[in-house]
């Protein structure tokens, strides 16, 4: 019963270094989402993708890029680390399909907290 | 655009008391609404959501939230508060564009005193 799942839990990254986040769902979910948490505040959408091959930006994309080659994967690629991007950053998966689609409820993961020093 | 507003950043109550958590949303539509709940270091947990299907939602433990479209507010409540109770509680609107992604507020963190 594995749900959305994301590796690193945990990671830390010099300034100027680049890493990936994972995220895999396992419900066959057509849309994903990446979201990031910075303190005391609510998620903030980053990128999202309504199917394989099919990815747009979110409301904060700067710094970021995705991909989504399958339906189950959508990783999350940092190329050049900041302290701005300090946070925790949240993968999720929906139905998102049909006409109503809008009440579909996101699955999240349980987030990867990542620090730029 | 739609919005929504969470009207206290911090709420205290004593375990056994009611539980009120206030919500108002902004939308140009007829909007889907829900809360999530999110304990520390964890994802997030839905509770409810709203649908227009009843105006007062039953959610997962104990937890209710009534749609009141005169008041565009959609509060969350519970008869008796617990100490596992204790946790963020987020209300979010879902975007009803092609990409159904989740407007959050910027949350309430609930503290249940023994």
């Known amino acids: 019963n594995a749900g959305v799942t994301q590796t690193p839990k945990f990671r830390i990254l010099k300034i100027g270094q680049s890493m990936t986040l994972q995220c895999a769902q396992d419900?066959?979910?057509?849309?994903m989402y990446w979201y990031r948490q910075d303190p005391g505040m609510g998620l903030k959408l980053i990128y999202y993708?309504?199917?394989?091959?099919?990815?747009d930006k979110g409301e904060v994309p700067n710094g970021y890029n995705v991909s989504r080659s399958t339906t189950e994967d959508f990783p999350l690629r940092l190329e050049l680390a900041a302290p701005s991007q300090t946070s925790v950053y949240f993968c999720?998966?929906?139905?998102?399909?049909?006409?109503?689609?809008?009440?579909?409820?996101?699955?999240f993961g349980d987030g990867t907290r990542l620090s730029i020093l | 655009a739609q919005s929504v507003t969470q009207l206290d950043s911090h709420v205290s109550v004593s375990e056994g008391t009611p539980v009120l958590l206030r919500c108002n949303y902004s939308?140009?539509?007829?909007?889907?609404l829900f809360w999530y709940v999110q304990h520390p270091n964890k994802g997030l947990q839905l509770l409810l959501k709203?649908?227009?299907?009843?105006?007062l939602v039953k959610g997962i433990n104990g937890f209710e939230a009534e749609f009141k479209k005169s008041e565009t507010s959609f509060h969350l409540t519970k008869p008796s508060a617990h100490m596992s109770d204790a946790a963020e509680y987020f209300c979010?609107?879902?975007?009803?564009?092609?990409?159904?992604?989740?407007?959050f507020g910027s949350g309430t963190r609930l503290q249940v005193q023994p």
């Open positions: 939308s140009s539509y007829s909007p889907s």
């Open positions: 999720a998966s929906s139905r998102g399909q049909g006409a109503k689609a809008s009440n579909q409820p996101q699955h």
């Open positions: 419900m066959n979910h057509n849309y």
């Open positions: 709203y649908t227009s299907a009843a105006t």
């Open positions: 993708s309504v199917g394989a091959g099919i990815t």
């Open positions: 979010v609107v879902s975007d009803l564009t092609g990409r159904r992604a989740l407007t």
